[in-house]
């Protein structure tokens, strides 16, 4: 039995702004019956201030997928585009006063859904979430795109495969899925270091470079008795110091280029300068 | 108190109070164990040689058949573990697609572990069909393992026929008859089948008991090690009480069977006519096929289960669904899947499991209840009949 927060049944037994205007001025729908849910959400918008005047919801899901949309029309009436758009699951997810984990991506599905709604505004074109050529479909089972996964990750900071699977369903269905979105992650947190690398504060970039040498390159190390000290950040100058066995080794310049340089570069960026002091 | 609607008795079922009463002794009174060689604990020992005796005659079988477990899972675990030990050489398993999770992912991980699984399919009213298991058998086929009654649907199989096609090409069959005990007339001496799996919390014992039938000269290796306990067929010091429980359990259940079925069922029959009724776009699941007389899968047309089964909750109603979003995993049952149900009803199925518990009044109250959940739910859904898409969808029967 789910632990549905108090708002979310609410929500559910009596949700707010059900149907469906009949001259919308913006359509938006995601999901299908296959996925078992779906969500079509209609707008009137007032065309000189561009505030959502009324917003209405059909779905066909479960309680949280239910509670979510109601959540959202009452979240978006009164608010311009331009606010609406800012929106995310997360905001849709405290309305609610929280939804359990393996549930969140109903609250995906509200954001998604608005995001089409306010598209179909802007373009005129379609009132469907499309998922074109240029969006890459990862899970079959409930037709995710890589977009979509992406956004996700980086909106609710999303570590583990389950946890994409508990925010937007993919890899929830057959599973084969689960490899590629774990690639995905990997590539996504590995873009991220290197994107803020030179950006970071000197802690953040400690912190990291701690993470590297301990998880990565000091168990190497250590098999034969030595270890690597980070000794001093000058911009993307990273200055180590080789101790231990390492220290009167022979081959030490070799691991450290093999090993040391290879790790750092490929987890952080190509750009950085690593000195051996 | 708000008055509980209990209708999910395949999930588990309320312990009979002679069944309660008959256990009590055993937690503070007779308390010794059955090993000891004192008379405190070998008085207990008669006590579960009575119990063997009452479950061998609900399943027609000889007490000495008759191995304790601790649930239905491990009794389906242990069968299917010692089919495989006792046949080093043979790497294949048969199995159906809709079986229970104790076989299907027990069967699923075997398949990482060097055996191959055939999985039988199932026909729209969810049966089997007997040839496509007559085509499967091979000369590797270590095990079959078929359920005898479907949890979801209730759909029979033809379990005894089975046993005879695998007795004849010399392959162990097991069934899973945690669902068919106590509601289907079961006669071990009269047919083929080597093991048999049962549960006590399905016939109104507690839950954390359970049994496996092993035909005598069926070749066993044992799940459990340790010490001597059944036997030698299962270690562990033997869970006296529950042991007790299922006895007398099982003695009602012989007793009153057919009295009950007959009871069962008309309530079924009346709950599955009104709500068929009352409410358009329906389906029965399982409804060419026998099936157990307390069990209803209905599914009702473009509304999504767990809703249903949470309306239904706020009312004092307790149901199941097979669908997905109410176990955490994200598709409909893999049952309905392999039943073909259409993705338009699969999404909105309920089961109601009745039991003799069950009164006219609590199934009329269902009746007057349902109606109004499916509508409001069909008002919130983005679907309907009208829906373009869903032309295809009409064919469905009733």
């Known amino acids: ?277 | 108190m708000k008055k509980i609607y209990y209708f999910d008795n395949n999930a588990t079922t309320r312990v009979h109070d002679e069944v309660k009463k008959e256990m009590e002794p055993f937690f503070t009174k007779l308390y010794g164990n059955p090993s000891s060689m004192h008379f405190f604990g070998g008085q207990v020992q008669k006590y579960v040689d009575e119990s063997r005796k009452k479950i061998s005659l609900l399943l027609g079988c000889l007490p000495e058949e008759i191995i304790f477990t601790s649930c239905g899972t491990e009794s389906d675990s242990t069968a299917i573990y010692s089919a495989l030990k006792v046949n080093p050489d043979k790497k294949h398993i048969i199995t159906s697609a809709v079986e229970h999770p104790a076989v299907i992912n027990l069967c699923k991980h075997l398949e990482t572990q060097g055996y191959s699984v055939t999985y039988l399919n199932v026909n729209e009213d969810g049966m089997i069909d007997i040839n496509d298991l007559k085509s499967a058998i091979r000369p590797d086929t270590a095990v079959v393992s078929i359920m005898w009654a479907n949890n979801e649907t209730g759909v029979i199989f033809p379990v005894e026929e089975i046993a005879d096609i695998c007795h004849e090409k010399g392959v162990l069959f097991h069934t899973d008859a945690v669902q068919a005990a106590g509601k289907i007339d079961i006669d071990l001496s009269k047919n083929k089948i080597d093991m048999l799996s049962i549960s006590g919390h399905k016939l109104h014992s507690p839950k954390g008991i359970g049994v496996l039938f092993v035909r005598k000269g069926v070749k066993f290796a044992p799940f459990l090690l340790g010490g001597h306990q059944e036997r030698g067929r299962r270690a562990g010091t033997e869970n006296v009480p529950y042991i007790v429980g299922l006895g007398k359990a099982s003695e009602i259940a012989l007793a009153n069977m057919q009295k009950e079925n007959d009871y069962v069922r008309k309530l079924r029959e009346k709950l599955e006519r009104g709500l068929v009724e009352k409410i358009p776009n329906t389906r029965i699941n399982g409804l060419k096929s026998p099936r157990l007389p307390n069990t209803l899968s209905i599914s009702f047309g473009f509304v999504e289960g767990e809703s249903i089964i949470m309306l239904l909750s706020e009312k004092g109603i307790c149901a199941s669904t097979g669908s997905a979003c109410s176990s955490g995993s994200l598709e409909p049952s893999h049952v309905l899947m392999a039943m073909k149900i259409p993705f338009t009803h699969a999404q909105g199925t309920v089961r109601f499991s009745l039991s003799i518990y069950n009164t006219e009044e609590e199934v009329d109250y269902i009746l007057k209840v349902m109606p109004d959940v499916i509508k409001r739910l069909r008002e919130i859904s983005a679907f309907n009949d009208e829906t373009p898409q869903f032309e295809n969808a009409k064919d469905i029967h009733h």
């Open chain 1, 1 to 277: 039995m789910w632990n549905y927060t108090d708002k979310v049944m609410e929500h559910f037994k009596n949700p707010k702004n059900v149907g469906e205007i009949k001259d919308a001025d913006a359509v938006g729908e995601v999901g299908s019956i296959v996925c078992g849910d779906a969500l079509k959400l209609t707008l009137k918008i007032d065309p000189q201030s561009h505030k959502i005047i009324d917003a209405k919801f059909k779905t066909f899901g479960c309680a949280s997928a239910i509670a979510s949309s109601s959540a959202l029309t009452e979240m978006i009436k009164g608010k311009t585009l331009e606010e609406a758009s800012k929106i995310t699951n997360q905001n849709i997810a405290e309305y609610l006063g929280g939804l359990p984990d393996e549930k969140m991506h109903c609250s995906v599905m509200g954001m998604e859904a608005l995001e089409a709604a306010i598209d179909n505004y802007n373009t005129k074109k379609g009132g469907k979430r499309i998922i074109g050529e240029q969006e890459k479909i990862i899970c079959k089972c409930f037709n995710v795109s890589e977009k979509t996964i992406l956004k996700a990750i980086e909106l609710n900071n999303l570590k583990t495969v389950d946890e994409v699977t508990h925010f937007t369903k993919a890899g929830g269905g057959c599973g084969q899925c689960k490899g590629e979105i774990e690639k995905i992650l990997k590539d996504f947190w590995a873009s991220k270091i290197k994107m803020n690398f030179s950006d970071m504060t000197v802690v953040e970039k400690i912190k990291i470079i701690e993470k590297i040498l301990n998880d990565d390159i000091n168990p190497k190390l250590k098999a034969d008795g030595g270890f690597l000290e980070l000794v001093d950040i000058d911009n993307n100058k990273i200055k180590v110091k080789f101790l231990g066995a390492c220290s009167v080794c022979k081959s030490a310049d070799t691991t450290f280029k093999e090993v040391v340089e290879k790790e750092l570069k490929s987890k952080i960026n190509g750009d950085i300068e690593i000195v051996l002091v």
